[in-house]
């Protein structure tokens, strides 16, 4: 199966070669399955399949996020309208104020996807910009969804006003508190790339992972944009 | 397997770029975008919202897949990428759609807001209230000479129990002495009311909620006798004009 794969994949052989000369520092690495060795040596970070651990799971713990998000806003669902307290969503949300948060986080995920594409041309310098372009549209989205929170308690509604207060800020809050994780973590790959530690034959691989953590952040907002906040103003 | 690595290497070894395509992607998602935000402007303008409203809804559902389709197929690049990855992310994402949609129609009331949909008997012609049937779920209110005597009642007690569930419920916003808050709730304090200043219309109000569900309906979360005193609280309030108070909305109601 996992030989077959190897040699069905031209992408992932040029790829593994690609570490196979960056890397010097392989010894001693767990060849995990033994009988697997298709022929290069450098599969060290990679698994019986010859895949890039990292990028498995990464792709593995996006899934658990994915089921992790849709409760939370199949929760906000079930709840909604069902507020007995305090201010009600179609009274205090700002459309004007979320549509530009909306883009910033989009463009943001333009901005990733060319990072990681300039990895790949061995640009590395137009990646560190185009990840601290990034980190920076995210943080001017927290910074916007920081103001939402302190306007909407302002107006009444905090954590424990009503259940519209509790299934809103714990689903918000947690989408902010992954592109708070996601900003920290881009702006530390940049410094990474700018010290050369991380480089197009050096571990590039770390860039693509993280672009896959961002874009998904993304995603979970397209899914509250549109399903909390604009299906909220059709009556 | 797939067969669509379109990034494979090419002769100078570098595999060839996406940026063209990642920059068209993203000025498709910005459009797309803009179209889903142009709902609060075109409400605006009755005749092109009214033919266009029924199919809203389903629009936006529509337009939010692609959106999420295109990120993950094109910037996440699962479209051409091993199916390993696609089943790790696929099947549980299939498990979120249908928790979500389960919590949904179990949700009934999902864009409802509750009181809508009870059957109706009379309609309020000066405001244009619709009165359901019963109170939902409240016992009905007291005749007005009972409500006057427990009211005589609270008011040797200073009002305390419904001032509990004031300062609880009603004071986000009614604000904390009564006054009102802009686009939140109306002022307590004046001797104006949209919908009566009778004990009996205040305990209806409170009980059953107003104007679609912005003045939320009490009945499912308070108890009836917890209903009555809040009545009374708020009743104390009349005439006390305190500053800072909403304007007044309704008819003014003499003692």
Redo the contacts between chains.
């Keep these: 199966m996992s030989a077959q794969l190897a040699a069905t994949d031209p992408h992932e052989v040029a790829h593994d070669a690609g570490h196979d000369h960056a890397g010097h520092d392989h010894a001693g690495h767990d060849h995990a399955g033994g009988g697997h060795d298709h022929g290069h040596h450098a599969v060290v970070e990679n698994n019986f399949m010859g895949l890039p651990n990292i990028k498995l799971a990464m792709w593995a713990f996006l899934g658990s996020e994915c089921m992790f998000f849709g409760s939370l806003i199949g929760t906000y669902f079930f709840y909604h309208g069902k507020a007995l307290a305090g201010p009600l969503p179609a009274t205090i949300f700002s459309i004007g104020i979320t549509s530009i948060s909306t883009f910033l986080l989009l463009m943001s995920s333009l901005t990733m996807a060319l990072a990681v594409d300039a990895m790949k041309q061995r640009k590395p310098t137009v990646t560190r910009n185009y990840l601290l372009v990034t980190a920076l549209l995210g943080a001017t989205f927290v910074g916007f969804q920081v103001y939402e929170f302190s306007h909407f308690v302002h107006l009444g509604l905090k954590l424990s006003t009503s259940l519209f207060g509790s299934t809103f800020y714990v689903m918000t809050g947690f989408h902010g508190g992954h592109v708070t994780v996601g900003v920290i973590w881009l702006t530390m790959l940049a410094f990474l790339v700018h010290k050369g530690k991380l480089n197009p034959t050096k571990l590039p691989i770390n860039v693509e992972v993280a672009g896959l953590y961002w874009h998904f952040v993304d995603i979970v907002w397209i899914v509250i944009f549109t399903f909390v906040y604009l299906l909220e103003f059709i009556q | 397997?797939s067969a669509a690595?379109h990034?494979?290497?090419d002769a100078g070894g570098?595999?060839h770029?996406?940026?063209k395509a990642?920059?068209r992607?993203?000025v498709i998602?910005?459009v797309v975008?803009a179209v889903?935000?142009a709902?609060?402007f075109l409400?605006d303008y009755p005749d092109i919202w009214m033919p266009v409203?029924p199919m809203?809804?389903p629009l936006?559902?529509v337009?939010?897949v692609f959106?999420?389709g295109a990120?993950?197929g094109?910037?996440?690049h699962l479209r051409g990428d091993?199916d390993?990855?696609k089943f790790?992310?696929?099947?549980?994402?299939a498990?979120?759609?249908i928790?979500?949609l389960?919590?949904?129609s179990?949700?009934v009331?999902?864009?409802?807001?509750?009181g809508e949909g009870v059957a109706v008997t009379a309609v309020d012609v000066k405001s244009g209230y619709v009165r359901p049937t019963k109170s939902s779920g409240a016992e009905p209110p007291l005749a007005e000479d009972k409500f006057k005597a427990a009211f005589a009642e609270a008011k040797g007690k200073n009002f305390a129990p419904g001032k509990t569930v004031y300062d609880?419920?009603?004071?986000?916003?009614h604000g904390d002495m009564g006054e009102g808050?802009a686009?939140?709730g109306f002022n307590l304090t004046d001797d104006c009311y949209k919908y009566g200043g009778s004990f009996k219309d205040l305990y209806v109000t409170v009980a059953d909620g107003r104007a679609?569900?912005?003045m939320?309906?009490?009945a499912?979360?308070l108890k009836s006798e917890e209903i009555r005193q809040v009545v009374y609280y708020i009743r104390s309030l009349k005439g006390t004009n305190a500053p800072g108070g909403q304007p007044c909305v309704g008819d003014k109601v003499a003692d």
């Design positions: 397997m690595h990034d494979h290497a570098l595999p770029s996406h940026k990642y920059i992607l993203g998602l910005t975008t889903e935000l709902l609060p409400k409203e809203w809804a936006l559902v337009m939010s959106k999420f990120v993950v094109e910037f996440m091993r390993i990855y790790l992310f696929l099947s549980p994402l498990i979120a759609v928790i979500f389960l919590l949904g179990l949700a009331a999902l864009f409802l807001p509750f609880k419920v009603c004071k986000a916003c808050k686009a939140l679609g569900n912005k939320p309906a009490q499912g979360a």
